[in-house]
């Protein structure tokens, strides 16, 4: 038996009273007995003409399931619906709930699978954690089959015509591995599976995860990962609530809005762009803002990495809400879809300038770095380096790190060094794009876009039409491929271009290498936000002879 899991069977027997026995019980007595999964006895059966506790079933009994379902809880059903008539050569009908009073339209005879709009259904299911399930013979009219999931009601399901009638199916639910046969039952018969889960008690922001709810805009769909990743660590079911539902004032997780109403946060949002934040009070509220519903599984994917990460089994676990306003861009199938692993080094090489290794997992669980250096406004100044720090570009090459020295040698105090502008690597040597260096243009302008520094120290990014409108005012100016983000929205990604994707693949279609990329870009006040993005895709590999602006 799997050491992460356990299970408590509770079989109740009917003890047939012998009417030569002074001490005898009752025929409504029943008998608990505790007992494992490897050694379970088989079940008594007694003849209807002396318990009235015990029954076959009929064709009478119609087998009910939720009206709104998942696949697991219809596969539950038919698997019930098959195994009965092989077992008993019956047809038994199969219906929804959909009639909700209390006597209309019900059978008298009742299987309910999973979480009906039954009494009988709901107080079990209530009772039950996500990977629980249980079922009992409530009466010979009622017999409930339901798990704290439709996964799990699956199982209650497969263990039900197990334990009852030695029936099972395969994984796949086509082939039958156990034929079984007829068997009686008895009323009060009864088995309960409790799964053993990491987290006992779970809280976000020293709420309780039970008085979470979801408000998910674009419905049950969009919640599910957060109810699944959050019922596998400590088996409780979040409920997904409309709007109309929500009860006011209460901890809340938004999907696809920012409150209850189905407001949007104040924030710059185009097609891609999605918010991850929170209201920390003593009502917290988390935020996953999208405005397209396109965009909401990545959003809900990131939400998850960020605070269900690296969770280590324990009796308590208490995950603090992070009210950072955290900006991401779903780019569905076409993206690699990185999710932050950890920063790997982080320091201050100088005032105001920071540099950090990030280290990101891609879609496949592959390793993807990033190597990030931060200026503050104001706390140095960008200079285009060049071969030998001089203003000849044709015919002329040289490393990254051999320009930074050339510079230091000329009187420049270079702290960091990065990659620019393609090159003609089997030609002249000079840059693709543009080349100005400390106002003085080394290289015209192209059909390029560009990034650049004018010379109030503020920093630009344009299209090769963009140029002449402040040719006379730039400083500095390196060439790129094309511009990422423009106003805070993604104007250019490059797909499509051998530059933005992987160069290799292994056999079974993984990449195996990826070609190194440099970007560079500006951030509005709010941190959390690229104004814009301009990327220059020729590689940075040490030795390697690059190209001319530096």
Not at 86 to 103: K, P
Not at 288 to 309: G, H, M, P
């Amino acid at each position: 038996m799997s050491l992460h899991k356990f299970s408590t069977r509770f079989i109740s027997i009917v003890l047939v009273a012998l009417l030569l026995l002074s001490s005898a019980c009752s025929p409504a007595d029943q008998v608990y007995t505790d007992i494992t999964e490897e050694s379970i006895p088989a079940l008594t059966t007694l003849d209807n003409n002396t318990d009235s506790n015990t029954f076959k079933l009929s064709s009478d009994y119609v087998i009910s399931y939720p009206n709104k379902s998942a696949r697991d809880e219809v596969a539950a059903a038919n698997l019930i619906s098959r195994g009965l008539n092989a077992v008993t050569g019956l047809n038994f009908n199969i219906s929804t709930d959909r009639v909700t009073s209390e006597n209309e339209g019900k059978s008298a005879f009742e299987i309910l699978i999973g979480p009906t709009n039954r009494t009988q259904s709901q107080d079990r299911y209530n009772s039950l954690l996500h990977l629980d399930y249980s079922y009992e013979i409530i009466s010979k009219n009622v017999i409930v089959i339901c798990g704290g999931s439709p996964e799990a009601t699956l199982n209650a399901a497969r263990a039900f015509m197990k334990d009852l009638f030695g029936y099972e199916e395969d994984k796949t639910l086509t082939a039958v591995t156990a034929s079984g046969k007829q068997a009686d039952l008895s009323t009060g018969t009864a088995f309960l599976f409790k799964d053993e889960y990491p987290v006992k008690t779970l809280k976000i922001g020293g709420i309780p995860i039970d008085e979470y709810s979801i408000v998910s805009a674009f419905g049950q769909d969009k919640a599910n990962l957060i109810v699944s990743t959050v019922a596998k660590l400590c088996g409780t079911n979040i409920p997904v609530l409309k709007k109309s539902e929500y009860i006011p004032d209460s901890p809340a997780i938004y999907i696809g809005c920012s409150d209850a109403e189905g407001n949007h946060l104040n924030q710059v949002f185009d097609n891609y762009v999605y918010y991850i934040t929170a209201k920390d009070s003593k009502v917290p509220h988390i935020i996953i803002d999208t405005a397209k519903q396109f965009t909401c599984n990545e959003a809900v994917e990131k939400f998850v990495s960020l605070y269900f990460a690296d969770i280590k089994p324990g009796e308590e676990l208490d995950i603090p809400i992070n009210t950072d306003l955290i900006c991401g861009y779903a780019l569905g199938s076409e993206g690699n879809k990185l999710q932050l692993s950890k920063i790997v080094d982080e320091k201050t090489i100088a005032q105001g300038i920071t540099y950090e290794q990030r280290l990101y997992k891609d879609q496949n669980n592959l390793p993807v770095r990033a190597y990030v250096l931060t200026i503050t406004k104001g706390s140095g100044r960008l200079y285009t380096g060049t071969p030998d720090d001089g203003e000849l570009l044709l015919n002329k090459n040289g490393t990254v790190l051999e320009e930074m020295n050339a510079a230091v040698e000329n009187g420049r105090k270079a702290v960091a060094g990065v990659n620019a502008d393609f090159f003609a690597i089997n030609g002249d040597y000079l840059p693709r794009g543009l080349c100005i260096k400390e106002g003085k243009v080394l290289h015209g302008n192209t059909d390029r876009p560009w990034f650049g520094v004018l010379h109030d120290g503020s920093y630009i990014i344009g299209s090769a039409a963009e140029y002449k409108k402040v040719s006379e005012e730039l400083q500095t100016a390196l060439g790129g491929h094309h511009i990422i983000l423009k106003d805070s929205k993604i104007y250019d990604i490059g797909f499509g271009n051998e530059f933005g994707y992987k160069t290799s693949e292994n056999s079974r279609g993984i990449s195996g290498r990826r070609n190194p990329c440099t970007c560079c870009g500006g951030r509005t006040s709010n941190r959390s936000f690229q104004r814009s993005l301009f990327r220059g895709l020729g590689g940075n590999i040490q030795g390697t002879k690059v190209h001319r602006c530096t």
